[in-house]
């Protein structure tokens, strides 16, 4: 058996404000179901996203919000450049903090934007990042 990622987690603050940010980021993100605090996003590579506002913070007693900067940067493949300029114009002018406006990084054309829980969003055209690339 091969170990893979199928799922990432993301202990959120407001679960609206989470799914408005990733509405927007282009996720097809579902309502919650009834008062259920967390949603489900599977996306085409089968990697799951999930927005709760009470796992790590009701079944680990050690959780803690970071207090400073960030620990991870999750990368969305958004398409061509263009593309990647269009969305970080976009979450910009929604209001979302902008941390890297898009350029030629040593990798990919890149840019990163900070969801509203300060988890910074990658967004690249880097075609090894794309679900058809597998």
Known sequence: ???QLAMVVLEVRDLDASI???RRLGLDIP???GDRPIVIHR???GVSLLLTTSFASVY???FRRPSGGYQQLLEFYVGEDALVDSVWAELTEAGYHGRMPPAKTAGPYAA???DPDGNVIL???DEAASPDSR
């Open 20 to 22: 408005a940010f990733y």
């Open 1 to 3: 058996m091969q170990i």
């Open 43 to 45: 996306m085409p590579s």
């Open 123 to 125: 967004l690249t055209s």
């Open 60 to 62: 680990d007693p050690e």
């Open 31 to 33: 309502d919650p179901a």
């Open 112 to 114: 990163m934007v900070d």
